[in-house]
């Protein structure tokens, strides 16, 4: 049985086709980058648990930047995004349009309020 291999990875297939299809892996392309770089190939474990631990770190990045816009219910990613959308027609109409909403309940409350005597002029 012939052995196919990586060298830039360090590992044998025992298939052509699995070989190939380790080419096109975000690991292979990584350890390519490290190989132009005069540096050690990684392992698949040693990737696996690079690629955790990136993730980890653009999550908490994320989670300091996000915002969401009650008025829209919408979630950004980053506060550019979230400034751009304030200055968004739809944002401020739907704006006006829960201000609107809003004055209309206070008053039908005050309008409640002094039918049952309880104004505020005391």
């Avoid at 190989?35 to 050690?40: E, F, I, N, S, Y």
């Avoid at 990045?61 to 009650?70: D, H, L, N, R, V």
């Avoid at 739907?94 to 201000?99: G, H, I, M, Q, S």
């Amino acid at each position: 049985m012939a052995t196919y291999t990586c060298i830039t990875c360090r590992v044998a297939f025992g298939d052509a086709d699995v070989q190939r299809a380790h080419y096109k892996t975000d690991w292979h392309r990584y350890n390519l980058k490290r190989k132009v770089a005069d540096m050690a190939p990684v392992t698949a474990e040693g990737f696996q648990e690079r690629v955790r631990a990136q993730r980890a770190v653009t999550e908490q990045e994320s989670k300091g930047t996000a915002t969401y816009c009650t008025v829209c219910s919408k979630k950004f990613a980053s506060f550019n995004a979230y400034e751009n959308h304030l200055k968004s027609r739809r944002h401020v109409e739907l704006e006006k349009k829960a201000v609107r909403a809003v004055s209309r309940q206070v008053e039908m409350m005050n309008e409640k309020n002094l039918e049952k005597g309880l104004g505020g002029d005391g």
